[in-house]
């Protein structure tokens, strides 16, 4: 029987499948998937207030500053759907953000329960991100070995040609992952030594992932 809320982080570096993991352990543990890239496309595309605040950032190439992503977040947690629990997809990313986080959870007499993070060998995390393939037009996403078009070339939805994006470019892989084990380094320590960070071998299909996530929540109790 449910009691309480659940909160899950979910954290890892580019490429360790964030995205998929996250919306099966929602769907498993029936709480809300929360994707900040996601709810701020949704913010700017509605035209709400934060929404707008953040576009005016993104059409100066700025960052969006951690208080007006908060405040999309805070709305988020008031929602219906939310009252059960979230599934935190690569957020938060920097101990600021997390404290951030801690602070619209205590609002709701909530905390974060367990952080997950995907563990995945820099090597393999260059193989698959370089092995990525976008369409330009409608932005789907390929993998020349897990998920390839079928004709090799051009997009299964519009025809369009596949492009390799510059960030999917070995250097910039490498670069990116760099500056991610920098700001999280901290991040995974704090959680850490507040003994709610579970380290998940990240490797193998995508079922075999989620069943080590399944067992790292296995301690939680709602």
Do not use: W
């Not at 939310?82 to 951030?100: E, I």
């Not at 997009?155 to 700001?183: F, M, N, P, W």
């Amino acid at each position: 029987m449910v009691t309480r809320a659940l909160d899950v982080v979910l954290l890892g570096p580019p490429g360790a499948g964030k995205g998929t993991q996250a919306r099966r352990l929602a769907e498993a543990f029936v709480l809300l998937h929360i994707s900040t890239g996601d709810l701020l496309r949704d913010e700017v595309a509605r035209g709400t207030a934060p929404g707008l605040e953040a576009k005016a950032f993104m059409n100066r190439g700025e960052l969006v500053p951690d208080e007006v992503v908060g405040r999309m977040l805070l709305r988020q947690l008031h929602s219906q759907q939310a009252s059960v629990g979230c599934v935190y997809d690569g957020y938060p990313r920097t101990t600021a953000q997390a404290h951030l986080l801690d602070g619209l959870l205590a609002e709701l007499n909530r905390r974060i329960d367990v952080a997950l993070f995907l563990d995945v060998p820099d090597e393999e995390l260059v193989t698959r991100m370089a092995g990525r393939r976008s369409c330009p037009a409608c932005g789907s996403v390929y993998h020349l070995t897990a998920h390839p078009p079928k004709d090799g070339a051009n997009c299964d939805g519009c025809g369009s040609g596949l492009v390799l994006r510059d960030d999917d470019h070995d250097g910039a892989i490498r670069e990116r992952l760099r500056v991610y084990k920098a700001a999280t380094a901290p991040l995974l320590d704090l959680y850490r030594g507040r003994g709610i960070l579970r380290e998940i071998a990240g490797t193998g299909t995508p079922d075999q992932v989620h069943g080590r996530l399944r067992d790292g929540m296995r301690s939680v109790k709602r």
